[in-house]
């Protein structure tokens, strides 16, 4: 049974059609990449996922359970959603550190938040420090969680961000151009972090403009042009084998270079 379906979904704005009749499916485990050129609908698809933005038409469901149906009044409602908020983790292609907050505080906020009205409060604090130590020590930052985000290398801030996300213990963890912020040289150290997610079974969707990586990571990858799936299928599908001229033209950009 798949751990995430979609179906049918749409989003507009003004009169512009960003999303048209968008459906796929996504097995617990699998790494979905998302590639197509900017303006393709990508981070519309992925902030429409995480309820950032409310989607036109269409369904999502995560585990069976329907979390929005645009012929359902219920699911569509504020207070519903911000708890249907918590199945998706979302890392944003520029970090949104608080630079308030240390590096453990920032994994830490959202749960102690969660966790307000919530008795036994030192245990619970003491239980999600202890979390949030471990996920900053598997991100490489065990010497680094005292320090603010204006003390950290932008790949450094990518990786508090990831582990920030995965402190909420989403089924599905999701990346908006994770690299794109980034220098050159600080790409392959977030790189890295993600494959070692992929190699432990993270769910995961990531939207990306790395090629290589999107071929070498993903179980499945959609290809989307004008606000569509064009083409989908596994990476030796798509990337060797692509079936859509407009997939040719988008992907010859990559190997020519």
Do not use: W
């Not at 520029?94 to 036994?120: C, I, R, W």
């Not at 432990?200 to 290589?212: D, G, L, P, S, W």
């Amino acid at each position: 049974m798949a751990i995430l379906e979609v179906e049918h979904l749409s989003k507009s704005f003004d009169r512009t059609e960003v999303l048209k009749d968008i459906t796929f499916s996504l097995e617990k485990g699998q790494v979905l990449s998302i590639i197509g050129s900017s303006g393709s609908g990508k981070t519309t698809l992925l902030r429409c996922l995480n309820f950032l933005e409310r989607p036109d038409g269409g369904s999502i469901s995560v585990n069976g359970e329907t979390l929005f149906d645009i012929h359902d009044p219920i699911t569509s409602q504020e207070g519903e959603i911000r708890k249907k908020r918590l199945h998706f983790g979302l890392v944003f292609q520029s970090f949104n550190l608080f630079p308030q907050y240390t590096a453990l505080g920032n994994v830490m906020l959202a749960k102690e938040l969660l966790a307000k009205s919530q008795p036994d409060k030192k245990e619970i604090h003491e239980e999600i420090e202890k979390e949030a130590r471990r996920l900053l020590t598997q991100m490489g930052l065990a010497d680094r969680m005292e320090n603010y985000p204006h003390q950290l290398s932008g790949g450094q801030c990518q990786r508090v961000a990831i582990a920030r996300a995965l402190a909420l213990k989403p089924d599905i963890l999701c990346f908006d151009e994770p690299t794109s912020a980034l220098d050159p040289e600080l790409t392959g150290e977030v790189l890295k972090v993600i494959q070692s997610l992929a190699d432990q079974e993270t769910t995961m969707i990531i939207v990306t403009h790395e090629m290589a990586f999107a071929r070498d990571v993903s179980s499945q990858v959609i290809f989307m042009d004008g606000g569509c799936i064009l083409e989908q299928g596994t990476p030796e599908e798509v990337f060797e084998n692509p079936k859509e001229e407009r997939t040719k033209q988008f992907l010859s950009r990559f190997t020519n270079g």
